[in-house]
């Protein structure tokens, strides 16, 4: 592994102690209606992530109703100064799916994914603090845009050794960050 991966996975364990990256179990609700989920496209994280938001669904006995609008980068596209939000317009799209699922499939959950390593964020050199910070914003102003919608974020690691997707607290990241 090299130097600098290794200092992000430390980071990601800072997060973990600081409550902002929490263990999903399956007292996490809402999943009634279904969840659109935002990740990123990555093929290669692609099974794990989706796999684990189907557990969510199979430990509370629901039928799995899992709608993924998956572009590179995910949710991270959607803040207008994303570095990934090329003239606006791949937030603009983004935003628009979302809501006509919302409305086409009568689901009232949002998901919105980020996740290490992303090859888009390491395109646009966003460490996964920035990555995260853009989450964070992503589901800020999509809160604002989309009241009737309960919006939650989710982040994604793989450790190479094992993957693990963590719910991500907005309130201790505002604390971490002050
Ligand atoms: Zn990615």
Request: charged fraction near 25%; hydrophobic fraction near 40%.
């Amino acid at each position: 592994m090299s130097e600098p991966e290794k200092k992000e996975l430390l980071y990601v364990e800072t997060l973990r102690k600081n409550g902002v990256f929490l263990e999903i179990d399956n007292r996490f609700r809402n999943l009634e209606t279904g969840m659109i989920a935002v990740p990123c496209a990555d093929c290669d994280q692609r099974v794990d992530l989706i796999r684990h938001a189907e557990s969510l669904f199979e430990e509370q006995n629901l039928p799995t109703r899992i709608h993924p609008l998956g572009l590179n980068g995910g949710a991270i596209l959607i803040p207008e100064w994303s570095p990934l939000n090329i003239n606006g317009e791949d937030g603009r799209v983004l935003m628009r799916h979302i809501r006509d699922a919302a409305v086409l499939k009568h689901i009232g959950l949002l998901v919105l994914y980020g996740h290490y390593p992303c090859g888009a964020a390491g395109l646009a050199k966003l460490s996964l603090e920035e990555t995260v910070n853009l989450l964070m914003s992503a589901e800020g102003l999509v809160k604002e845009t989309m009241s009737g919608m309960r919006v939650d974020a989710f982040f994604h690691v793989d450790y190479r050794n094992k993957k693990r997707t963590y719910f991500v607290s907005h309130r201790a990241w505002k604390q971490y960050r002050s």
